[in-house]
């Protein structure tokens, strides 16, 4: 609802969402309870997904979700990243040949992995402590296709995600 916060007559609606005011308009660029503090730094969701999404040629656009996680009396950031359907694991080399084919997936799966925590490192100075990869279209959205932050925490916590296996 409306409160009152100054002698001026000026009503202000707390809404919940971050913004700021040019040349007399309004862009809303994010919730305040979204924000990721690691460390006594803000940290904006939508910042890191972009980057996430930017690290891996494999990574969905809008598949991202970015959030901490206590652990250990620590906040810890978690990135949960849709991995496109081509993405496959090579080719095995041999079909008699498991050991191969295993060391490629597994080589596979490090360097989407790796790609993710450099960048974030690299451009937030942050790192990851944990990323998931998940199957496409599994991220939790809106009917308008907005990721909803909380309820991917909820299933993480719970283990409930679709997890991407190469």
């Not at 609606?13 to 006594?40: A, P, Q």
């Not at 980057?51 to 250990?72: C, D, K, L, N, Y």
Request: contains cysteine; glycine residues 6%.
């Amino acid at each position: 609802g409306k409160r009152e916060l100054s002698p001026n007559n000026r009503s202000f609606l707390r809404t919940g969402d971050l913004g700021f005011i040019k040349d007399g308009e309004l862009f809303v660029t994010g919730r305040l309870k979204d924000v990721i503090i690691i460390n006594g730094r803000n940290h904006y969701p939508q910042d890191i997904e972009w980057t996430v999404e930017q690290s891996h040629p494999f990574i969905r656009p809008g598949g991202t979700a970015s959030f901490a996680v206590e652990t250990e009396g620590e906040e810890k950031l978690v990135v949960v990243a849709e991995v496109e359907r081509s993405y496959r694991r090579p080719q095995k080399m041999d079909v008699d040949s498991t050991a191969v084919s295993s060391a490629a997936d597994v080589t596979h799966s490090k360097e989407l992995l790796r790609s993710i925590r450099q960048a974030v490192a690299k451009e937030h100075d942050l790192l990851v402590h944990t990323v998931l990869p998940i199957k496409p279209g599994s991220l939790p959205k809106t009917s308008s296709g907005k990721v909803q932050r909380h309820a991917c925490k909820r299933d993480f916590m719970a283990q409930t995600l679709k997890v991407w296996e190469s």
